[in-house]
T-cell receptor
Framework: GAVVSQHPSRVICKSGTSVKIECRSLDFQATTMFWYRQFPKQSLMLMATSNEGSKATYEQGVEKDKFLINHASLTLSTLTVTSAHPEDSSFYIC????????????FGPGTRLTVT | GENVEQHPSTLSVQEGDSAVIKCTYSDSASNYFPWYKQELGKGPQLIIDIRSNVGEKKDQRIAVTLNKTAKHFSLHITETQPEDSAVYFCAASKKSGNQFYFGTGTSLTVIP
């Protein structure tokens, strides 16, 4: 149980285009999901907290107009990187908090984004 | 806000030896402390967690200890195996916010 999927696992896009990353909780409901960015050999940096049915909460320094988050159902959150630039290239990871437990978060396998 | 520090940043042990990774946190209101294992190119996987109402938890070769007074917690891996090689992250959170504050990670290498 407690499986979180992400799609795609890898994506290459050209500068100026947009790319959407999906995060799904497969066997539990998740009112709250989180989006992280991870640079090589570094820790996870929280970008935003996604809440089903309401606006996402962005961390300081994260551009909400560039990283659009939509949490349309209890099992799906999407992150859209708009007008992508090479500096947006990174490993993006989502996590989902199981509504049935008060603490645990389960992570997806990550999405490697490369902007050329 | 919460500040989580993790040591060491790298750790090499011989197969069969034990490995210990330590974390400290700053916010006394934090009450949940998970440990994640991340293999190259993959997302973090929860391996063990502990809540503030207990001092120790064990699951086969993995154990976590918590000292609330000193605000530190540790991961212990016994009888290490090469497949234990990965990056390990500690984290701290409060139920109310549920945001996780991660340590900086420990790259563990188990030498066959």
């Amino acid at each position: 149980g407690a499986v979180v999927s992400q799609h795609p696992s890898r994506v290459i896009c050209k500068s100026g285009t947009s790319v959407k990353i999906e995060c799904r909780s497969l066997d539990f409901q998740a009112t709250t999901m989180f989006w992280y960015r991870q640079f090589p050999k570094q820790s996870l940096m929280l970008m935003a907290t996604s809440n089903e049915g309401s606006k996402a909460t962005y961390e300081q320094g994260v551009e909400k107009d560039k990283f659009l988050i939509n949490h349309a159902s209890l099992t799906l959150s999407t992150l859209t990187v708009t007008s992508a630039h090479p500096e947006d290239s990174s490993f993006y990871i989502c996590s989902a908090r199981d509504d049935g437990t008060p603490y645990e978060q389960y992570f997806g396998p990550g999405t490697r984004l490369t902007v050329t | 806000g919460e500040n989580v520090e993790q040591h060491p940043s790298t750790l090499s042990v011989q197969e069969g030896d034990s490995a210990v990774i330590k974390c400290t946190y700053s916010d006394s209101a934090s009450n949940y402390f998970p440990w994640y294992k991340q293999e190259l190119g993959k997302g973090p996987q929860l391996i063990i967690d502990i809540r503030s109402n207990v001092g120790e938890k064990k699951d086969q070769r993995i154990a976590v200890t918590l000292n609330k007074t000193a605000k530190h917690f540790s991961l212990h891996i016994t009888e290490t195996q090469p497949e234990d090689s990965a990056v390990y992250f500690c984290a701290a959170s409060k139920k109310s916010g549920n945001q996780f504050y991660f340590g900086t990670g420990t790259s563990l290498t188990v030498i066959p």
